[in-house]
């Protein structure tokens, strides 16, 4: 599954860990999460998110 990274602030949404704080099960795509989600870092919306290589992930 690939990775997404919040624009802002850098935070990780990995699928396979999900964002149980904001009730979001692992193995969840990042397509899939509800349109209120928001980064649990800064808040910013799913449209500051941006999918990155596997490679990026450090």
Not at 4 to 28: F, H, N, Q, T
């Amino acid at each position: 599954m690939e990775k997404w990274r919040c624009a802002v602030c850098m935070c990780i949404y990995d699928p396979k860990i999900g964002d149980l704080e904001s009730g979001i099960e692992p193995g969840l795509p990042f397509n899939d999460l509800p349109e209120t989600w928001g980064c649990p870092e800064c808040g910013a919306s799913k449209d500051f998110f941006e999918q990155i290589e596997d490679a990026q992930y450090i």
